[in-house]
């Protein structure tokens, strides 16, 4: 898997709290985390674009 930011390794990773072990892609190049909730969230955000807004020349 190439990671979005850099087009590195990702690797899959475990990752823990105090109460919570869970697993994502973390990259070996630029150290960028990929989960089920940061995928969802990005896919949120990008499904409710804003109005693109006209730029002001002079």
Do not use: H
Request: charged share 20%.
């Amino acid at each position: 898997m190439g990671c979005p930011k850099c087009n590195g390794l990702m690797m899959m990773e475990r990752f823990s709290d105090f109460f919570l072990i869970f697993y994502a892609w973390k990259c070996i190049n630029c150290g960028s985390i990929l989960d089920r909730t940061i995928c969802a969230n990005r896919r949120k955000s990008l499904a409710i674009e804003p109005q693109a807004q006209p730029v002001a020349t002079r």
